[in-house]
């Protein structure tokens, strides 16, 4: 901590290779606050170091309070291209005196800090104390666990509601809509359109198909500004809206399909939409995921239940959480885990205490560490619902995708493994490929009847083989895969 300390302490300025002005030349205020407030943002850092309440500390309020004229500026604008250090400075003092209060507040102050760390690069004497104790990337790391220890206590104050049948209606359901029908939602934000559209078209066929209900949400109002969401969060909010309209959703993403063989496969079926019985069918069901394999959500059966919509109520909070893993995917595996955790609480066992939360975030330099959290998810999920193929759980439904893969995320894996749908996740992808591989031309998929005879000509030749084993490790150097 004392090299950090002691640069900030000793007012030095530095401009990256620019001569620096006089404090009264320059006109953004930035070389003035640095050099009233360096010292402030010392002893910020040095009282979060030793875990005493940087809020309470008299003698940083006036720095603190400078350092919000600076925030805009230090996230939005080109003037800390002059004088990094005191961007940093700014952003070090709000993300160390902000009263935190709750997990979303908890980590739009890490955002903070990693931003003052991206503007100290450069200035290793800035970004790493003695002996890497104390340094601004270490603070990363103890706000992370900070935060997760703030969610730890949120959950403490919540349970799981009782299992019911289904969700209770009012009036305003609507006597139009048929409350036993299953619905596929797909989510897409109008910029998209053009390209999902013969996804978009295959899934309102296979909806025809199976006789299930079809939702297209294209008004991305909850993704839009001032929100500044992830559009990946728009179909749960979808979801949220529809849910007590149906009997249950499948919420899918458009840049999937059912392989064409396997076609009169029901997936909400196979995931439990149709079983009977208060606990025959499952609140949240989805395909399970075990060692090496990527965790994903882009097939999700939600019921309408009591308990299907405290899930989804749990997961949109965390819609206000800031940098998620993978946007949505990090906050959904940690409902799941939080759920899990309150079936064991239920059950008289150990519950969950948010150890995997800190992974969720990104560390000091901004990057997100996707194996770090995959292995933690791996072994809480195991110790709290049995191993991968065999979870115990009256929440959930962990379909074994070796008996029928529900989710096959094809990336680094291909497509010769066997499975009724391929998921085509990430941001690189091929869509004249994906078609290619479905067997039709953009213009057919438009026709539900010529869809049919295609898949149905497929079935005919090739037997549908809906799952296989599970992969047992991915190719060096990889983790997860």
């Known amino acids: 901590m004392q090299a950090l300390v002691t640069i900030l302490a000793a007012g030095v300025v530095r401009c990256q290779g620019r001569s620096c002005v006089s404090l009264d030349e320059e006109p953004s205020g930035l070389l003035k606050f640095l050099g009233q407030c ?102 990363v790391f103890m706000r992370r666990e900070h935060c997760a220890a703030i969610r730890r206590e949120e959950l403490a104050r919540l349970a799981l509601p009782p299992a019911t049948g289904s969700w209770a209606r009012g009036p305003e359901s609507g006597g139009s809509v048929a409350h036993d029908q299953v619905a596929i939602l797909v989510a897409a934000t109008p910029n998209q359109i053009y390209t999902y559209q013969p996804f978009l078209n295959l899934w309102r066929c296979y909806a025809l198909r199976h006789g299930f209900a079809f939702i297209l949400e294209t008004d991305d109002t909850e993704v839009r500004p001032p929100h500044h969401r992830a559009p990946n969060w728009l179909r749960w909010f979808t979801a949220k809206k529809y849910l007590s309209y149906y009997k249950a959703l499948l919420v899918v993403d458009p840049d999937q399909f059912v392989v064409p063989e396997c076609w009169n496969v029901s997936i909400p079926a196979v995931l439990g939409a149709s079983a009977g019985g208060l606990y025959g069918s499952p609140d949240v ?46 906050a959904f595996d940690e409902t799941v885990l939080e759920v899990l955790g309150m079936e064991a609480t239920a059950r008289g066992e150990e519950g969950y205490d948010s150890e995997c939360a800190q992974y969720v975030w990104p560390n000091a330099k901004g990057n997100h560490e996707i194996a770090l959290y995959a292995l933690c998810w791996w072994r809480t999920s195991e110790r709290l619902a049995g191993p991968f ?93």
């Open 285 to 330: 069901a989805t395909r399970d995921f075990g060692r090496p394999q990527t965790l994903n959500n882009g097939v999700v059966l939600i019921r309408s239940s009591n308990r299907g919509h405290f899930f989804l109520d749990l997961l949109l909070e965390k819609a206000a959480w800031m940098q998620n893993i993978e946007k949505d995917q990090g």
């Open 389 to 481: 193929g065999a979870r115990r759980s009256m929440f959930f439904r962990f379909a074994d995708p070796g008996l029928v893969d529900v989710n096959h995320v094809v990336g680094a894996r291909g497509l010769s493994e066997p499975a009724v749908l391929h998921h085509f996740a990430g941001r690189s992808k091929d869509w004249d490929f994906m078609l290619d591989t479905f067997g039709m031309a953009r213009r057919n998929t438009g026709n539900c009847r010529r869809v049919f005879d295609h898949v149905d000509g497929q079935a005919a030749i090739k037997r549908c083989v809906a799952g296989g084993p599970p992969v047992k490790e991915c190719e060096p150097p990889m983790l997860v895969c």
């Open 38 to 139: 360096n010292q402030a943002a010392a002893t910020a850092v040095r009282l979060a170091w030793t875990g005493a309440p940087v809020l309470q500390e008299d003698s940083l309020a006036t720095c603190v309070a400078m350092s919000d004229n600076f925030v805009g500026t230090a996230l939005e604008g080109s003037d800390c291209d002059f004088c990094p250090e005191a961007c940093a400075v700014a952003l070090i003092l709000q993300g160390l005196a902000t009263e935190l209060g709750d997990t979303a507040r908890c980590t739009q102050t890490i955002l903070l800090l990693i931003r003052a760390h991206a503007f100290v690069t450069d200035e290793p004497v800035w970004a790493i104390g003695a002996d890497d104790m104390g340094s601004l990337a270490e603070i």
